[in-house]
């Protein structure tokens, strides 16, 4: 299905994975200009691509990127059971697999390859990453899922009786937390698009896919040195669902010689579509003021990173 809105050509389509599971996946091409670079948007727990990050890929295709996402197992319009995921490393394996291929499509050779993370899709860009450590030449993360955050983590007793029950009832939607679409989301039409959007799943947590979300965020706190592309990091002081401390601690121990952090006073998690639109205008003049001081049309990948090197030698 292709679809113009504006200067941006909407598409999408169906993919399988190694495991024979049918993915959605779309895309938002500049229709009069060649792109600027590539940007692979990992969507958040719960979310899906096409509706819900379809006003950030139309913001970031309106300023010349070309834009892709993949709704993950269990997520959106894909296969699996809504709301379940078996295993995250699944997820980074198809993520990976896809955004990989696009890459190496003749037509983006040479193409700078940015990764735009919100939520659990700031952990999974970080993952994506850490398993092709020179493939990406940054990522923008949006209040990114490298610690759930304890208001809306359950007491320690709860997550270890939880963890004894996932080998025999991994699918049982039990885990108690609060409202996450009310502690993420500012605005209260956003709140109910989201509750309305049948892509988005709204029970709690499964138990697996809960113990998944805690097994890569406790890993990713611990790792978080090693993270070495260039990075900007967006986090809502008032966010309650991902913690900003961990955000912190990120810009300070990564590896990258290129990193920025932006805390925005008085904002919630939902940075990307869930503020008024004048927050909405900071953060989005953050990123592709960004993206684009790193992006230069007619320069090679090769050339910008001979620049990095030459930069970070000096």
Known sequence: MALEIGSVRYDEEFVLNSRGMKLFTCKWIPVNQEPKALIFICH??????????????????EAGFAVYGLDYEGHGKSSGLQGYVENMDHVINDCSSHFTSICKKQENEGKMRYLLGESLGGAVALLLHRKKPGFWDGTVLVAPMCKIADDVRPPQMVISILRKLCSVIPTWKIIPTKDIVDAAFKLPEVRQQIRENPYCYKGKPRLNTGHELLR????????????????????????????????????????????????????????????????????????????GSRTHLGNSRLEMQQKRMNDVSK
């Open 216 to 291: 890569i965020s406790l890993d990713l706190e611990q790792r978080l040195e090693e993270v070495s592309l260039p990075f900007l990091i967006l986090h809502g002081e008032e966010d309650k669902v991902t913690d900003k401390s961990v955000s912190e601690q990120l810009f300070n121990v990564a590896s990258s010689s290129d990193k920025t952090i932006k805390l925005y006073p008085e904002m919630w998690h939902g940075l990307l579509y869930g503020e008024p639109v004048e927050n909405r205008d900071i953060v989005f003049e953050d990123i592709i003021g960004w993206l």
């Open 44 to 61: 958040g727990y719960a979310m899906e691509c096409s509706i819900t990050m379809n006003s950030t890929a139309i913001r970031l295709a």
